[in-house]
């Protein structure tokens, strides 16, 4: 294809801009995302209006994930996409993977469905690293038969990398251009993409007219200009081009032409010419990608000479001022000092309620501590939930045009406490448990938690509204030596300071207060937004009233109730009762293997068999205090001796006579991530298998009994370290009851939770070595460098600190993050280390620091390198040991990246800690 023709005036065209993380490497002094960036926007302003053009983007959201492939504007007139793809090009952040095949696999999948050309125009500064071959996709492109064309610009490669991507475009009739500077860029894009408007109109024959072309024109049928301003809200901005898009259609035998919308330049949003008549106007308003506005607007071209002008709102805006109590309001955005994760404001999720019901699917979110946004009229479920600690709902309904402001009452006290020793001396490491619960030691019961001192010494407020409240307090691993008092909050502001000795505990009057109406509102259930979806709910909206209600007593089937094991009575395997048990379990406690569609009423072998299965690689555990989990089975894990279950999430159930309810989380017990609240109607077998039904009509699940006499799992089954499988799989992490099972399988009740290992205090010195760190992959050889480096440190990551404290964590990967933010990372494994940085012996434990429940596991952790740890457990062979990589000046090295949910930069949730123990430089 000669150069002169690289690009069909005709062709549907993709540009496929590279989003890696090493689009920051730099050319001349300036990172090659900015030169793409200012270079492909001078080149897409240039392109005829009429062109159908979009964009698609990789590697521009999660680091290491080869499925990071984004069509971010969709195939259209340039006249409408360009601005998008020019604001898009803005906001791409590299930081991941450069699956370019499967990129430009997907474009022509896109285009596809059309009859007309296709063009993908590929702009990639790196070689595929996702395990896919570019020339054999090319060979199959053109194989398909498809009239379609991959031209690639090489930006910044090598001789030998442009070979490697290059054969791509030669395999589809395109071009292969290489660009080492902001001007060789510059050239290819007009090359593979500006074409000449003139090539967009045929050659017409000169055609005399006739007289009877022409005739008398009916003045009621004579076309007039339109022009339309459109504002989200009365006295609004005029909206533009860059944030509304629009297409009319008559309603009747009205025609126009001409029609477009434009920029802030002009006085209206569009403009065309309209036989008089009826219309229709579809509007999208896109104000994130998650918050789309879709208005149908009729209106009326009148008979007349000049401009018609038509003037319409098409959104609604909701306004919320927060106050922590009455007389304190809190400034849009602002937080304030907070024991819970060092500050706190409040965050706002609303949902839509359509025909009484909360449509869950379509939440509108902000990720700043404040809520104002545009949004379509209607009636919301606003849920706010401040400082990671308390939940209320309301209902608010916004008009059409207007601006609704409302104003949110948290009704919050600050209540700071300070737990001296029997010397007066303060805790050490002091760290606080809230629960509305007035017995109880599983760690599920505890809705808040948190540091109560600072680095400075200086106490932080934990905020609570009107009611009893019980509180664990005390110095981190203190055992019994920790505080347990009740705490009478009046709900009338201010703050409350309560001086402590350790030791203290409830009385029988505390308890008997916090069991009865003098107890207050306490938790509705636990439910909150962001990555607080544990918070205590003190106000549910009353979705059949209309209004929000406030609940003056206990719903005991909404409420996480106290674990008793001695006084249990929910149906085991093997017997059968619809009654909602009177403890704390939810389901009846077991083992379970969940097969999602089946039904135990009609369970046929394979359906069985594949339970089984379930069971050993993909089990569900129900713990007597209505905590659920899902674990999966790494056999690598196992054949090195180690524990090989791990959890993939896990959910807070409750139960009511026939339903259950579950807030269910991903990750270990005690680790953030946004929840998601399932609610099911329950039927239990008289084998004691379950089936859940959703109530919102999705498919369900049967729970198969994994555990019970004559059942297909044995009991006694160990794994190469010696323990029973059933005992990996039914460990916890945080100090709760776990289950007991003779060896026939009958399930004997709640084994009597073992008392938290007492964590070593962490000793020696660590300075040298203190750091963030990576775990490399088996198949990655020492040493890494440059963006393989960096993924493997958000993925896999480890921060030791100079005391010897070390905390491992992963990104959250079970939600979608909000737009504009990357997944959370969150911990999964903590440990405290005692020796000299070239030798260490550490006491791990699963979960987040503070929370040393369970049992520890002891590792040996040695200097691999100048910039490495070897991490093995006793007796383990040198080539099955981890090795962590240190990653040199954090901060910098992730400055680029999007951050999370919450706002902050991932990393600094990992670089920081919550005590008053020395944090990473």
Known sequence: ???????????????????????????????????????????????????????????????????????????????????????????????GMTPLSAAVRQAAQTMRHT????????????????????????????????????????????????????????????????????????????????????????????????????????????????????????????????????????????????????????????????????????????????????????????????????????????????????????????TVRSGVAGSGGAYYWAYPVVDGAVDEANVITDTSASFDRTLPPGTYLLRGTFARTITREKLVTVNAGGTTELDFDFGLTRVYFDVRDAQGFPAARQTTFLTDQPTGTSRSIYFASGSSFSSSGDPGPFFLPRGLWRVNTGAEGGGARRAEVMVR???????????????????????????????????????????????????????????????????????????????????????????????????????????????HASLDSQQIARAVNACMLRPYIAYPDGLLVAKTFEAELANAGRSPYRIANHAFCTRGANTLRCDVRAGDIGTGGTGNQIVAAISISDEGHINLAPVDGSTGSLFYACVRPGGEIDVAETLPDGRRAIDHIMARSDGGPELSYADDGTYRGPAEPGAPAGAPEPGGDFSAVAGLYGFLKPDQGYPLAGDALLDRCYLDGLALFPDGLAQNFRPNFGTQPPAGTIDAVEPIMHMYCRGTADSAKCDAHQGGYPGAGGKPQLIEMTTAAADALRLCQPGEPPDRCRIAQKCENPRQAFAGDLPAPDGSPWFERVLNRNDDGPGLQ
């Open 489 to 599: 909050v009046d709900g009338n502001g201010g703050e409350q300071r309560l001086r402590l000795s350790e030791g203290q505990r409830l009385s029988e009057q505390d308890i008997a207060a916090m069991s009865g109406p003098e107890r207050g509102p306490g938790c509705i259930a636990r439910r909150g937004t962001s990555n607080a979806a544990n918070a205590c709910l003190v106000e549910e909206a009353d979705l059949s009233g209309g209004s929000a209600s406030q609940s003056e007593t206990v719903d005991e089937a909404a409420t996480d109730g106290p674990a008793d094991p001695n006084e249990g009575n929910d149906p085991q395997p093997g017997q059968s009762d619809e009654a909602a048990p009177s403890d704390g379990a939810a389901l009846p406690p077991g083992i379970y293997g969940v097969l999602p569609g089946a039904d």
């Open 1 to 95: 294809m000669p150069p002169a023709a690289a690009q069909s005036p005709t062709a549907d065209t993709i540009i496929v801009l590279d989003g890696s993380g090493s689009m920051w490497g730099q050319i001349d002094g300036r990172t090659k995302i900015e030169i793409a960036r200012e270079t492909l926007s001078g080149v897409l302003l240039d392109v005829p209006a009429s062109m159908n053009i979009g964009m698609m983007v990789y590697g521009h959201r999660v680091r290491g994930r080869c499925s990071d492939i984004e069509e971010v504007v969709p195939v259209g007139p340039a006249g409408q996409t360009v601005p998008r793809m020019i604001d898009a090009a803005a906001a791409v952040n590299p930081r």
């Open 115 to 334: 009859e007309r050309a296709a063009t993908v125009v590929l702009v990639t500064d790196g070689i595929e690293t996702c395990d896919a071959d570019p020339c054999a996709l090319g060979r199959e492109l053109e194989a398909a038969g498809i009239d379609f064309t991959a031209h690639v610009v090489g930006f910044g490669l090598s001789g030998d990398e442009g070979r490697q991507v290059a054969c791509l475009a030669e395999n589809t009739g395109g071009l292969y251009l290489a660009a080492d500077d902001a001007e060789g860029l510059n050239a290819a894009l007009r090359q593979t993409v500006a074409v000449d408007e003139r090539d967009f109109v045929d050659d017409v024959a000169q055609i005399e007219p006739a007289d009877s072309d022409f005739v008398d024109e009916d003045p009621a049928a004579s076309p007039r200009r339109v022009e339309f301003i459109l504002r989200d809200t009365d006295g609004g901005p005029q909206l533009t081009i860059r944030n509304v898009q629009m297409t009319v259609e008559a309603a009747g035998e009205g025609s126009f032409e001409d029609f477009e919308l434009y920029y802030e330049d002009r006085p209206f949003t569009a403009a065309g010419t309209f036989v008089p008549g009826r219309y229709i106007a579809y509007v999208t308003r896109e104000e994130s990608r998650k918050n789309q506005i879709r208005t149908r607007l009729e209106f009326e071209v009148e008979p007349g000479d000049g401009t018609q002008t038509i003037e319409r709102t098409i959104a609604a805006r909701l306004r919320v001022n927060t106050f922590i109590n009455a007389a304190e309001p809190l400034a849009p955005g602002e």
